[in-house]
């Protein structure tokens, strides 16, 4: 009996001293509130929030600053800009999910706490870090399509860095036109910086395979529905969706003749003035019949089944996918 209460009493010793959960604070810091192990500095416009390795966020940093100036040439600031915009980074993903990540998000936005969260993905603006975790060797396709298309650092804080800056300037409680905000977020993916300047309108390798196959297959969403649709429809077919709109995106900020009608720009400029969706869509495509409908669906399939991937290896996973039925996307 006294050895028990002996094992007992230390149990419980052992218990009362174990360290509580890291508890981080949602949104801005002060710096009081900066957790051990954590880094907290306002570069630019952003304040970061990290346990990564620091050299990494200030990669980050740069780059989504240089960013912030392309959100604001698409779509001019409605409002003051006031205190920083606030992000976030985990050092892996177990941190990430443990906050309360979406289970298959590489990042997230939210509205709600001001702030954008993502981890260090190991791999930035293409290029797998040091001491990067790459997973299983990459012997079948679906693993290097997975290996190749890897979720990158520098893209997943592109497209929720254009969520932050858009829902800041757009603050409205009505559903957004998701083929809008989640196509501008994949059109802005895989910009880079070269020569001093940020290059943006690249082709967002990680979406093309789903769109090329479902266009080939006729299974995509016709034009005039996906402009008019919100979030909830979006969500519901996600992975073509995301496709098709960022492919609808490129398309209209990048081929030659369309480009010209600035249609994306008037779209959101009446969304922000008049907050609806269904006026968005009167005012951007005005008395639209059908076969204009049906002349912008003929070109944007033809202009996206003629985008090339980024790389060589992309366009070989692509075509080995493809013979195999598979879209291309990991």
Not at 81 to 91: H, M, N, S, T
Not at 280 to 300: I, L, N, R, S, Y
Request: proline residues 4%; hydrophobic residues 40%.
């Amino acid at each position: 009996m006294q050895r028990l209460m002996l094992f007992l009493a230390l149990f419980a010793c052992c218990l009362v001293s174990q360290e509580p959960a890291q508890k981080l604070t949602k949104g801005d810091w002060r710096d009081d509130q900066v957790p051990p192990g954590w880094n907290r500095k306002i570069i630019g416009k952003y304040e970061f929030q990290s346990d990564a390795p620091w050299e990494r966020v200030e990669v980050v940093a740069r780059h989504m600053n240089a960013m912030l100036e392309r959100y604001k040439k698409l779509f001019a600031p409605v409002k003051q800009e006031g205190k920083a915009y606030v992000v976030k980074i985990f050092k892996d993903r177990a941190g990430f999910l443990k906050y309360g990540a979406p289970p298959n998000a590489g990042g997230y936005f939210s509205k709600t706490d001001q702030e954008m969260v993502g981890y260090d993905t190991g791999k930035i603006g293409g290029v797998l870090q040091k001491g990067a975790t790459t997973g299983e060797k990459a012997v079948s396709l679906r693993a290097r399509l997975a290996a190749r298309f890897s979720m990158d650092l520098l893209g997943v804080f592109a497209h929720e860095g254009w969520h932050q800056y858009f829902h800041k300037h757009c603050g409205s409680g009505v559903p957004f036109p998701s083929w809008c905000d989640e196509g501008i977020g994949e059109y802005f993916y895989g910009s880079r910086m070269e020569t001093g300047q940020m290059q943006v309108g690249k082709v967002n390798d990680y979406r093309l395979g789903t769109i090329k196959s479902a266009i080939k297959r006729n299974k995509t969403i016709p034009l005039k529905e996906l402009v008019a649709w919100d979030q909830q429809k979006y969500y519901a077919v996600a992975g073509l969706a995301y496709a098709q709109g960022w492919s609808l995106v490129h398309f209209l900020m990048e081929h030659p003749q369309w480009k010209q009608k600035k249609l994306l720009q008037k779209y959101m400029a009446n969304f922000v003035e008049q907050h609806s969706i269904e006026e968005a869509v009167t005012a951007a495509f005005k008395g639209w019949k059908d076969e204009q409908w049906a002349a912008m669906e003929k070109d944007w399939k033809a202009f996206t089944l003629d985008l090339k991937y980024g790389d060589v290896e992309a366009e070989t996973l692509a075509a080995e996918a493809e013979a195999l039925g598979e879209d291309g996307h990991p």
